[in-house]
């Protein structure tokens, strides 16, 4: 597992060979800066799905103050194939990378992305932290942001993962989650109205994690952060 994906580099285009974007194809150049992807990476996004993103990344502090609103880990699937496993809308998906990658980027067609490495000491867990990801696919998506339910958000499914690769004991640490603007004090519109068409309480203050936060974490070296990552 701690091989090279799919038997050979595995890289990161900061310009893509070829993405479909909105019905047209960009090709990019042969400029090559990524990073060679390992199993158990982490691969960070910042999203564009509109508001909701925006508050995300309203309220998360993201590695060198990058706006983050999403977080999969990357693996290998029985074919070798290079795969990202998250949690999104629909649940607990596998999904493949350029398609991950394509979700978000810029005018450019440069893929919005920074990638954490587990440091040594925790590198170990990995195998095990995979295995837990793909006995989740296919639970369903934590609309509510609640720890223990069965239920998993982007970051809430590296959390989980890694704490049951690592004996209970957490390697990214759960912290009271805000739904506030810093500038103002006040719960942000997006966050009122996505909360009120669940039917439930915000649940500020309650334990949480985000991706903004795990891109901090002291367990990770990020080795690689797109120019085109947008920042507070």
């Not at 050979?8 to 990019?28: D, E, S, T």
């Not at 799905?49 to 706006?67: R, S």
């Not at 067609?109 to 296919?138: D, M, T």
Request: proline content about 6%.
């Amino acid at each position: 597992m701690h091989g090279v994906m799919n038997s050979k580099r595995v890289k990161i285009l900061i310009w893509l060979l070829a993405i479909n974007v909105a019905g047209c194809a960009y090709v990019g150049s042969n400029d090559d800066i990524g990073v060679s992807l390992k199993p158990g990476d982490l691969l960070f996004r910042d999203s564009d799905c509109g508001p909701l993103c925006d508050a995300i990344e309203k309220v998360t502090a993201g590695y060198k103050g990058a706006n983050l609103s999403h977080v999969g880990i990357a693996a290998n699937d029985a074919n070798g194939h290079t795969i990202v496993l998250e949690a999104v809308s629909k649940g607990v998906v596998a999904t493949d990378l350029q398609t991950f990658l394509e979700r978000s980027i810029d005018a450019n067609g440069r893929p919005k992305v920074i990638v954490g490495r587990l440091k040594k000491p925790y590198r170990h867990l990995i195998p095990a932290a995979v295995k837990e990801a793909e006995a989740l696919k296919g639970k369903p998506y934590d609309k509510g942001f609640v720890i223990d339910n069965d239920a998993y958000y982007c970051s809430e499914l590296i959390y989980e993962i890694f704490r049951r690769a690592n004996g209970g004991r957490p390697v990214f640490m759960l912290e009271p989650m805000t739904f506030k603007d810093p500038q103002t004090g006040l719960t942000l519109p997006a966050w009122r109205e996505y909360f009120s068409k669940l039917g439930v309480e915000i649940p500020e203050g309650k334990p949480g994690i985000n991706p903004g936060g795990i891109s901090r974490s002291q367990a990770l070296t990020i080795v690689y952060m797109s120019p085109a990552i947008s920042k507070n």
